[in-house]
């Protein structure tokens, strides 16, 4: 099991221990998934009605799959339906406000996803994979990145003018959503680019930050 602590702060603190890690590795992973277990489920439930004021959802990979969600799409913070509510027999749907994650992440995916500075398997330990998955969710959440991207689809935001801006302030809350989660997990590490293309690519799109940040103080969301 991962041998994490919860504190009353809400951060989860990793064991050290190597061979905690190995027992967590090996809880976690069966085949070619990674999976989410019930006890790190609650874990990280709690994480995310502390610091999102919202519910932790979980979808099944292979049934979303059948639908329209892309690969690598493991998450999300979007407000979404849900059927689960009854009323004697009868199915009951109400909008809620939750962030999703997948019951099962394929290894082969998490090898192969391109981040802007992380490397997935060099920077994120298999064990804390969820869990980096979860702040980076939270960010979005607790800055609203769902409503201003829904923004940037019908041209709300007169900052942006072309579609290569669009692109950019996207990248820019992606950039700045893994900065922040890696943070949470190694307070005392700093992220950078793999490649000297990689730098060149997040300094183009480090000025957007300042943009994304002018967008959200004018819709008076608070950075955290
Ligand atoms: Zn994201």
């Not at 000297?196 to 950075?223: C, M, N, T, W």
Request: hydrophobic letters at 40%; charged letters at 30%; a negative charge.
């Amino acid at each position: 099991m991962i041998r994490q602590v919860l504190v009353c702060t809400g951060k989860v603190l990793p064991d050290k221990s190597d061979v905690n890690k190995q027992e967590a590795r090996e809880h976690l992973v069966s085949g070619n998934c990674l999976y989410l277990t019930p006890d790190l489920y609650v874990r990280l439930d709690n994480l995310v009605r502390e610091h999102a004021g919202m519910p932790l959802e979980v979808f099944d990979l292979d049934e979303r799959r059948s639908g329209v969600l892309e690969p690598m799409d493991w998450a999300n913070c979007s407000p979404a339906g849900s059927d689960r509510y009854r009323r004697s027999s009868e199915k009951v749907s109400a909008e809620i406000t939750a962030i999703e994650i997948a019951n099962k992440i394929p290894l082969d995916e998490i090898r192969s996803a391109r981040r802007l500075e992380l490397d997935l398997v060099r920077d994120i330990p298999l064990e804390l994979f969820y869990e980096w998955l979860v702040w980076h969710e939270i960010h979005h959440s607790v800055h609203d990145d769902p409503v201003v991207a829904a923004g940037l689809d019908n041209c709300v935001h007169p900052e942006i003018k072309s579609a290569g801006d669009r692109i950019k302030i996207m990248q820019a809350m992606e950039l700045e959503a893994d900065r922040a989660s890696f943070n949470r997990l190694f307070p005392e590490s700093t992220l950078k680019a793999g490649t000297p293309a990689g730098i060149k690519k997040v300094r183009s799109i480090e000025p957007y930050l300042v943009l994304l940040h002018e967008i959200r103080a004018k819709r008076g969301i608070k950075r955290k």
